[in-house]
């Protein structure tokens, strides 16, 4: 599985953006998808996911009511709505297929930077 994220961008503090996270090679819809992000000196943080029907959620505290993840299998597409941005959301996110126990498949990050 190819997964390209993109949607990524400089935006203000208290704007949005929307990540896209695209799959190609194989079908999304059989893999629980999540959204990580890193910042430099920090480990990547899992901070978003969702069960292959969509029919489950997860989130980290740090996004919880902020952020919301979607999919569309039709489209093997996931997405990660974000709001209400602020500067320590400035991260590199990335996408990932669980396989197994673990996200196996991963795609190429996509910079996020807000600024105050």
């Known amino acids: 599985v190819q997964l390209q994220a993109c949607g990524g961008g400089l935006v203000q503090a208290g704007g949005y953006l929307r990540l896209s996270c695209a799959a190609s090679g194989r079908t999304l819809s059989t893999y629980r998808m999540g959204w990580f992000r890193q910042t430099p000196g920090l480990e990547r943080e899992l901070i978003a996911s969702?069960?292959?029907?969509?029919?489950?959620?997860y989130y980290a505290d740090s996004v919880k009511g902020q952020f919301t993840i979607s999919r569309d299998n039709a489209k093997n597409t996931v997405y990660l709505q974000m709001n209400v941005l602020k500067p320590e959301d400035t991260a590199v996110y990335y996408c990932?297929?669980?396989?197994?126990?673990?996200?196996?498949?991963w795609g190429q990050g996509t910079l996020v930077t807000v600024s105050s």
């Open positions: 990932a297929a669980q396989t197994g126990k673990g996200f196996g498949y």
């Open positions: 969702i069960s292959a029907s969509g029919d489950s959620k």
